[in-house]
Structures are given as C-alpha cells and as structure tokens.
C-alpha cells in the first residue's frame, strides 16, 4: 500500500491520512482480509481501497476507505448491531460516535426511520446503544472521518466483533 500511495495521483491526500491508510491496510491484513488495490471511484470520493475476505465465492466487502479533496473517509458495513451492543457500549468515544451520533438517520422518502410503503424500508439499521432506540440508514451509516494511524488496530477489531474469521 505504501508504494501505491506513492503515485502523484494521490497527491492530495495529506500525509496523516497515508499513515492511517497504511496502518489500517496492514492491520485489515493481519486478520485475514484483502483488497483490490486503489481503484478510481466517483460517488463518495474519487478513489477507493475495499476491503474482503477472499476466498468467497462473492466478495463481501466489510470495508471502504474513500478518498475525498478534503480527506479519507473510512467506512464500514455492520448488520445485526444489537447482537454487538455490548462491544460497541464499551468501546472508546471515536469508535462509538457513528453508532450514536444521529448523523446516519434514513432520509428516503418512504422511511424516515418509519416503515416504509411496502414494509420496513431495506436500508434501514434499527438497534439500541446505552438502552437508546437509534435508526440509521445502511447507505449512509458507520463512516468514519478525521482517523489517527495509531487507532488503525481498533477499528480493525471492531470488524473482527461482527466477521470473526479464521485469521486473526
């Protein structure tokens, strides 16, 4: 990763961001996951690293790093959180912050945190954090901003809670 970091292209990425890059990469590699490399992307930022477990038959990606003008963004993708509650309510202020802050809440018209038209809306994240109900919306949830390269390893081992594998 560090010498993919070199290029020029990402010239832009401050060097705080490269270190955390780096530190997440080797760590997301310790246990077990993979990626593609840097690959240029358009929606949220104009490169990306995704992150999976090889050998599946599909890659399930567990997490994204974003490049953006005004920095990385790291995010990640968790489902059954109640089931991690206890994890999540002991872990440290940055690594909780996405669950709680209410920055995630589901703005599709149909939503809005409320059943849907046709039932639940499918991007919806319902959960309970410190006994408080949260709803979040899968699109936008569990993003990352402003990451210190010596916190690398504790976002790595919030994934590890919900995707124990063999690697670790």
């Known amino acids: 990763m560090e010498f993919l970091l070199i290029d020029r292209l990402y010239d832009f990425v401050s060097s705080g961001d490269k270190e955390f890059i780096v530190a997440f990469d080797r760590a997301m590699k310790k246990a077990g996951y993979e990626n593609n490399g840097i690959q240029p992307y358009f929606v949220f930022g104009k490169y990306k ?4 477990r090889p050998g599946n038959k ?5 997490a994204r790093i974003y490049f953006r003008d005004d920095g990385i963004v790291l995010r990640l993708y968790f489902s059954n959180i109640d089931k991690h509650r206890s994890y999540i309510e002991a872990a440290p202020d940055f690594l909780k912050k996405p669950f709680i802050d209410g920055s995630h809440k589901c703005k599709k018209p149909d939503c809005n945190g409320m059943p849907g038209k046709n039932g639940i809306c499918r991007y919806q994240k319902v959960y309970k954090i410190d006994g408080v109900p949260y709803v979040s919306c899968a699109e936008t949830s569990f993003c990352y901003y402003h990451m210190k390269a010596e916190n690398a390893e504790c976002y790595v081992e919030l994934l ?7 690697k670790r």
């Open 49 to 52: 690293i995704e992150y999976f």
């Open 160 to 166: 590890c809670a919900f995707y124990p594998g063999k």
């Open 58 to 62: 599909t890659n399930k990606y567990v």
